[in-house]
């Protein structure tokens, strides 16, 4: 448990550093994603990565961030917030 407690705070932290790239990221691909969906865009087709195993790993990697890794997180930063404010006197 300790080394998961370890690793979110480094993801945390990774996170918070490259905050900004990675909105920026995230937004530019929903962009393209949703110009996709609407038939703006036509992008080729890649022998190596069918629409089925796109939506597979999409959802995959949504599950697991939203469902696993986002609350704790959210759960370890709260915890964190509250010692900290524990440990400083009044």
């Given at each position: 448990?300790?080394?998961?407690?370890?690793?979110?705070?480094?993801?945390?932290?990774?996170?918070?550093?490259?905050?900004?790239?990675?909105?920026?990221?995230?937004?530019?691909?929903?962009?393209?994603?949703?110009a996709?969906?609407?038939?703006?865009?036509?992008?080729?087709?890649?022998?190596?990565?069918?629409?089925r195993?796109?939506?597979?790993i999409?959802?995959?990697?949504?599950?697991?961030?939203?469902?696993?890794?986002?609350?704790?997180?959210?759960?370890?930063?709260?915890?964190?917030?509250?010692?900290?404010?524990?440990?400083?006197?009044?």
């Amino acid at each position: 448990m300790a080394r998961l407690t370890q690793a979110i705070d480094r993801l945390d932290v990774l996170a918070e550093r490259y905050r900004r790239p990675i909105s920026f990221l995230s937004a530019l691909l929903f962009a393209l994603s949703c110009a996709t969906w609407a038939g703006f865009i036509r992008w080729p087709d890649f022998e190596l990565l069918s629409e089925r195993q796109a939506v597979l790993i999409s959802t995959g990697w949504n599950a697991i961030w939203w469902g696993l890794l986002n609350p704790r997180i959210m759960r370890r930063r709260a915890e964190r917030a509250a010692a900290t404010e524990a440990s400083t006197p009044a």
